[in-house]
Structure formats: structure tokens, C-alpha cells
């Protein structure tokens, strides 16, 4: 079956650490983006990419960064320049014809 | 202004009565629309897409006005099960590229 996957599903960071959040998807989505979400709030872009080796800050990238080696997989670095992570994770990958499809999501939290 | 904006809620209604939400937009060459849910700490999942014309998929309809540029979701005959976040999604193309913009989301309470 086709789908996005995400992992883990629970991560816990350490002040200062580097953490990366797995995205694949095999639905042969050009597009992907992550977006971050916190409690009661709605989602914010922190990156998305429309091709492979592309990709473009949204709103809120400061202290994330991410690759785009295949089409497959868009993994987020949370470094620690990102002061405030804790959150709710979401990848999506979209076609113009399928529109949004998410992930599972990652929730992180600093310890 | 926002992009789009949603009311927040919460709205807290009877099984079985009827709700509608409605999404506003900015930008007059918005193309697609679509409505998602999100239940709590879930990711967002796709509703129904929004077409000009209005749609209905059982007891939710969705409608686009572009002249006033918002799109509504209407649920007949709550259910528990309805209480949900129900996201508003908003697509336009520039480039080749699509540009999606999510809207804060409005929350319903189906309370029995």
C-alpha cells in the first residue's frame, strides 16, 4: 500500500543535541513539506521541497534543516539553534491530482 | 490579513443537530480547496475536496463561494464520532508549483 511513513514515533532531545526526523514516501509525490504543530495551534511550514535536490524555507525554518537526496525521503534536522522544540511533527507529501497526504507524525520533546 | 482564517471554536452541539464552519480566504487565485480532519494528537486526514459547484459525500457538504472567496462544511445529523479539529486547506499553482496554505482549524464537540 501506498503511504508516508514516519519515524520515530515518540523522540526525546537533550539540551543542545541534533535530532533527525525520518519521512519516506512511496507514492511517487513530487512534493513534500514538514510542518510543526503545537497544542491548540495549526500547522506551520518549516520546510518543503517540490523536486529532488530543491528544496525551500517556509515559515518557520530557523533552527531546522533538511535534504532532499531522493524523492523518496525528506528527513528534518532539529539542531540546537532551534530553541524551543517541543512539538508535533507532521511530513506530507502532495500531487495535484491526490492533494495532502500525511504521515503518522513525530512527537518531540526536550528533556 | 490571513491567508485563511477559521473560526477556532470550540463549537459544542447535540447529537443529531446540524453545524456549519466556514473558511475565508485572501488570495482571489486560490484553485483547489479541501477540507481535512485532525482528531486529537492524529495527523490531519483528507474530508472531501471542495468544488465550485458544491459537493456532498453523505452527511457533509461543502461549498465554495468564490465571489466572497470562503469555502463552508456543513454536517447534517451530528455524531460523537464528528468531534474533531476540521482543517480548511487552500491550494493555488504559481510556476508549476503549488502553494498550500492550512487554516488554524475549528474544533466541534458532538456532546450527547
Known amino acids: 500500500d501506498g503511504g508516508i511513513t514516519q519515524s520515530p514515533k515518540y523522540l526525546f532531545r537533550k539540551e543542545g543535541q541534533n535530532v533527525t526526523l525520518s519521512c519516506e514516501q512511496n507514492l511517487n509525490h513530487d512534493a513534500m513539506y514538514w510542518y510543526r504543530q503545537d497544542p491548540g495551534q495549526g500547522l506551520r511550514l518549516i520546510y518543503y521541497?517540490?523536486?529532488?535536490?530543491?528544496?525551500q524555507k517556509g515559515d518557520i525554518a530557523e533552527g531546522y534543516s533538511v535534504s532532499r537526496e531522493k524523492k523518496e525521503s525528506f528527513p528534518l534536522t532539529v539542531t540546537s539553534a532551534q530553541k524551543n522544540p517541543t512539538a508535533f511533527y507532521l511530513c506530507?507529501?502532495?500531487?495535484?491530482?491526490?492533494?495532502?497526504?500525511f504521515g503518522s507524525g513525530t512527537r518531540l520533546t526536550v528533556v | 490579513r490571513k491567508e485563511v482564517e477559521q473560526d477556532p471554536g470550540p463549537f459544542n452541539v447535540p447529537e443529531g443537530a446540524t453545524v456549519a464552519f466556514n473558511c475565508t480566504y485572501s488570495n482571489s487565485a486560490s484553485q483547489s480547496f479541501f477540507w481535512y480532519r485532525q482528531d486529537c494528537r492524529k495527523e490531519p486526514k483528507l474530508l472531501m475536496s471542495?468544488?465550485?459547484s458544491g459537493n456532498e459525500d453523505g452527511r457533509f457538504t461543502a461549498q465554495l463561494n468564490r465571489a466572497s472567496q470562503y469555502i463552508s462544511l456543513l454536517i447534517r445529523d451530528s455524531k460523537l464520532s464528528d468531534s474533531a479539529t476540521y482543517l480548511c486547506v487552500v491550494n493555488f499553482y504559481s510556476g508549476g508549483y503549488q502553494k498550500v496554505t492550512f487554516g488554524t482549524g475549528t474544533k466541534l464537540q458532538v456532546i450527547p
Open positions: 506530507a507529501s502532495s500531487s495535484v491530482r491526490e492533494g495532502y497526504t
Open positions: 471542495v468544488y465550485s
Open positions: 521541497s517540490h523536486i529532488v535536490n530543491d528544496f
